[in-house]
Nanobody, 114 residues
Framework: QVQLVESGGGLVQAGGSLRLSCAAS????????MGWYRQAPGKQRELVAV???????NYADSVKGRFTISRDNAKNTVYLQMNSLKPEDTAVYYC????????WGQGTQVTVSS
């Protein structure tokens, strides 16, 4: 069984920064995709950024140039550095790991005040 544990959410003012972390444990295949999704109240869950085990990344247009995803394969950990945060970035952020199936973390709240 795979478990994902997120940390790093919180409350920040617009223009500020936060760093999210997600550590995966359990049976994890070496070839996988880790990523971050978010869900704001009343909206569907949406992709924020993903990173393949080889390092290729993909970002939502709304976060390009502001967010950076990275990973430490030795630690099975993925990070999301969020800079220049905006109120519209407020959401619950979920970590995901795709191997034989998709696994999800419990979510961490990010609130950006104006």
């Amino acid at each position: 069984q795979v478990q994902l544990v997120e940390s790093g959410g919180g409350l920040v003012q617009a223009g500020g920064s936060l760093r999210l972390s997600c550590a995966a444990s359990g049976k994890i295949f070496s070839i996988n995709v880790m990523g971050w999704y978010r869900q704001a109240p009343g909206k569907q869950r949406e992709l924020v950024a993903v990173i393949f085990s080889g390092g290729i990344t993909n970002y939502a247009d709304s976060v390009k140039g502001r967010f950076t995803i990275s990973r430490d394969n030795a630690k099975n950990t993925v990070y999301l550095q969020m800079n220049s945060l905006k109120p519209e970035d407020t959401a619950v952020y979920y970590c995901s790991l795709r191997t034989d199936r998709v696994y999800w973390g419990q979510g961490t709240q990010v609130t950006v005040s104006s």
